[in-house]
């Protein structure tokens, strides 16, 4: 399973000591650092995610195609929905990639799975290591670490950033 444009599809993420990358509908840390990498990074691509972190954000991000993955057949982005690319499988969701960009899985829990679990799909994962340990609900998903090897890891302020490609 490709994009159909032929999109590299990188894994976008920031992943506590203890595994944990939300809690209560949000992010149980702010680090402005980590939010100018997000953004630089997928400025101009097209972002994937679940119904409820699009929830959690409110509304699409600027200069970004954002494809929300949900089982609900009537979900709608409300007053964004005109800007909004809406699937319900991660076939349909991967044909939405906007032509001449990437990929940029930006969660949840779920659909980072959906995403690991199918096999050479995933071409790079950037990980945002943040060094606490905070309560949260959701974590990020076990997956075959040798299928992936660290091809840099560069320390910024407040977090440490690793960047994973298939092995």
Same mark, same amino acid.
């Given at each position: 399973? #490709?994009?159909?444009?032929?999109?590299?599809?990188?894994?976008?993420?920031?992943?506590?000591?203890?595994?944990?990358?939300?809690?209560?509908?949000?992010?149980?840390? %702010?680090?402005?650092?980590?939010?100018? %990498?997000?953004?630089? #990074? &997928?400025?101009?691509?097209?972002?994937?995610?679940? +119904?409820?972190?699009?929830?959690?954000?409110?509304?699409?991000?600027?200069? +970004?195609? &954002?494809?929300?993955?949900?089982?609900?057949?009537?979900?709608?982005?409300?007053?964004?929905?005109?800007?909004?690319?809406?699937?319900?499988?991660?076939?349909?969701?991967?044909?939405?990639?906007?032509?001449? &960009?990437?990929?940029?899985?930006?969660?949840?829990?779920?659909?980072?799975?959906?995403?690991?679990?199918?096999? %050479?799909?995933?071409?790079?994962?950037?990980?945002?290591?943040?060094?606490?340990?905070?309560?949260?609900?959701?974590?990020?998903?076990?997956?075959?670490?040798?299928?992936?090897?660290?091809?840099?890891?560069?320390?910024?302020?407040?977090? #440490?950033?690793?960047?994973?490609? +298939?092995?």
């Amino acid at each position: 399973m #490709t994009t159909p444009t032929g999109a590299r599809v990188v894994l976008v993420a920031a992943v506590a000591r203890n595994g944990v990358i939300g809690a209560d509908g949000g992010i149980p840390w %702010h680090l402005p650092a980590d939010f100018a %990498h997000f953004k630089a #990074t &997928t400025t101009g691509h097209t972002l994937l995610m679940g +119904r409820a972190t699009y929830e959690s954000i409110g509304r699409p991000l600027p200069r +970004r195609t &954002t494809v929300v993955l949900t089982r609900d057949p009537a979900w709608s982005a409300g007053e964004h929905a005109a800007s909004v690319r809406v699937a319900h499988t991660l076939d349909e969701a991967l044909a939405l990639v906007e032509p001449g &960009t990437d990929l940029y899985v930006a969660g949840g829990a779920g659909v980072y799975a959906a995403v690991l679990a199918q096999p %050479h799909l995933a071409d790079e994962q950037l990980i945002s290591e943040v060094p606490l340990s905070p309560d949260g609900d959701v974590r990020y998903p076990a997956y075959d670490e040798d299928a992936w090897r660290e091809a840099s890891r560069e320390e910024r302020d407040g977090f #440490t950033l690793v960047r994973r490609v +298939r092995a």
